[in-house]
């Protein structure tokens, strides 16, 4: 893991040492129209980009990283704080740190950007003090690349190798800084190594401004916008990524993937939107069941609660290329659910306790079958003997209460099966819901991390992890528990809404 912070921190951060290695630089005037409300960086962009992602200053863009590292920590491994003790092993600097970067000359109240011709990125920022930079580079000088330079309008375009053949370039203009990554297959052939800066530098257009009000529209006033054009993207990466091509080919009408992060003292909130064609939107919204109409309150009060509500037996086959491009298909997890006939799926932890292994859940699938889940109960001991018809509001069910040990509670019918582990788990996921719901999401995952305690987190973290249950949780999943409960709440979902496919993701802490 630690390996792989190393080789992403590289080539952010050593641009950033040499790249005052080009001593100044003329004066740039020429560059592109843009929105009004769009950064300043974006003048840089070229005409039809395959990408960009933009916000009005590095500080508060390394703070929404530092937010999203912490939020992410408990599954990652890494937070903000290790990813500075490496960046600043690594070359001298914290790059989450806004005055350590101010320090040799970032302009970190200006405006960044990162965009792409085609698939390689470049980033551009505003140097506030280049003499800092040369100072820093002085003193960094013995961790130096080996470099060469050619001269591009009047402005000398660096370029240095890296590891796994990766190309880094770099150009100061004016009190601006290019930094661009050239990888292998990247496209870029020995012609037109320099075709990036002379996209970005010279006379362009601005057809990338409808995207980015769009972008910026459905993020509100976010710190981070951006946007994807997807089939660009996906055409000029082509045999790189076939399975990700093939996804793409599913629906034509795909268009692009917005973005927007925002983050203050209280929380950190991200929304991304991939644009569908006019009928996809409609046909995805007709596959998504609707949980019981209890199941909202219910997981809105738990710890954990998890939702997949996307009917599985319609759309399997056609998201099976997508699934594959994300590494989420298995052979075995697709026979498992052959099996099972599951057709969607829920589940809620409300406690637990790591001692004794005492929980109390639920769950609630649509299946097309019961058969499987019929077997999985005759497997309860002495199930004959204590079982004990129950009606849980209309739905005709049982509870089984083993003596010493757990009770247990279900609905089997045709098409769902709901049970509970605990007395009272079933009958509200069936209580009429209090307020209009509206749609529900495809996909949901609620978390409310003091509801347990650190050892019941890390427990659990274990299990999901290692698949083991028993023993002491080890150092990872105690560190992981730790940054979980720094966070008074988290919540992710994907939606269908219109004619976007919309994931939001809030941690509050």
């Given at each position: 893991m630690r390996r792989a912070v190393v080789t992403a921190v590289i080539p952010v951060i050593i641009p950033m040492i040499w790249a005052a290695a080009a001593c100044g630089g003329h004066a740039s005037s020429v560059s592109g129209p843009q929105p009004s409300a769009a950064p300043e960086a974006t003048r840089w962009v070229p005409e039809r980009p395959s990408y960009l992602v933009a916000s009005p200053a590095i500080a508060g863009a390394q703070r929404d990283l530092g937010e999203a590292l912490d939020a992410l920590a408990a599954v990652t491994g890494i937070d903000?704080?290790?990813?500075?003790?490496?960046?600043q092993g690594l070359v001298g600097v914290d790059i989450l740190n806004a005055d350590a970067l101010a320090g040799i000359g970032i302009?970190?109240?200006?405006s960044w950007a990162v965009f792409s011709d085609a698939v390689d990125p470049t980033f551009v920022v505003h140097l506030a003090a280049p003499d800092k930079t040369a100072a820093f580079l002085d003193h960094q000088r013995a961790r130096g690349l080996q470099s060469q330079a050619v001269t591009v309008d009047q402005t000398q375009i660096f370029s240095a190798p890296l590891i796994g053949g990766v190309t880094i370039q770099w150009a100061i203009a004016g009190d601006w800084l290019w930094i661009h990554l050239s990888t292998p297959r990247g496209g870029a052939t020995p012609d037109d190594a320099t075709a990036w800066f002379r996209a970005s530098h010279g006379a362009h257009g601005g057809a990338w401004a409808?995207?980015?009000a769009w972008a910026a529209r459905g993020g509100g006033a976010a710190g981070v916008t951006g946007f994807f054009d997807l089939h660009n993207t996906v055409a000029k990466l082509g045999e790189r990524a076939a399975n990700a091509a093939a996804c793409v080919q599913l629906a034509p009408a795909i268009g692009r993937?917005?973005?927007?992060?925002?983050?203050?003292?209280?929380?950190?909130?991200?929304?991304?939107?991939?644009?569908?064609?006019p009928s996809d939107g409609a046909a995805l919204a007709r596959h998504v069941l609707a949980p019981p109409s209890g199941w909202p309150a219910a997981a809105g009060s738990a710890a954990l609660a998890v939702a997949w509500n996307l009917d599985l037996v319609a759309v399997?086959?056609?998201?099976?290329?997508?699934?594959?491009?994300?590494?989420?298909?298995?052979?075995?997890?697709l026979a498992m659910l052959d099996d099972s006939g599951v057709r969607a799926a829920r589940g809620l932890l409300a406690s637990f306790n790591p001692d004794n292994l005492a929980a109390t859940a639920a769950i609630a699938l649509d299946v097309t079958r019961p058969d499987h889940f019929n077997r999985l109960l005759d497997r309860l001991p002495l199930r004959s003997t204590l079982e004990q018809p129950r009606t849980f509001a209309g739905h005709r069910g049982f509870a089984v209460d083993i003596p010493f040990s757990f009770s247990v509670e279900y609905v089997v019918e045709p098409n769902l099966v709901v049970g509970g582990l605990g007395?009272?788990?079933v009958a509200p996921l069936f209580a009429p819901a209090s307020t209009s719901a509206g749609a529900p999401p495809i996909f949901a995952l609620d978390l409310a991390p003091p509801k347990l305690s650190r050892a019941a987190w890390a427990t659990l973290i274990q299990a999901i992890a290692e698949r083991l249950l028993s023993g002491s949780p080890g150092p990872s999943a105690k560190r992981a528990a730790d940054h979980l409960l720094r966070w008074r709440a988290a919540h992710v979902a994907i939606a269908s809404e219109g004619n976007e496919l919309v994931l939001t993701a809030r941690g509050e802490r």
């Open positions: 903000a704080h290790e990813l500075s003790g490496v960046a302009d970190v109240h200006a409808d995207s980015w993937l917005g973005i927007a992060v925002h983050s203050d003292e209280h929380q950190i909130a991200t929304r991304l939107a991939l644009e569908l064609g399997r086959a056609y998201l099976q290329p997508c699934l594959a491009a994300a590494g989420l298909v298995r052979q075995d997890a007395e009272g788990m």
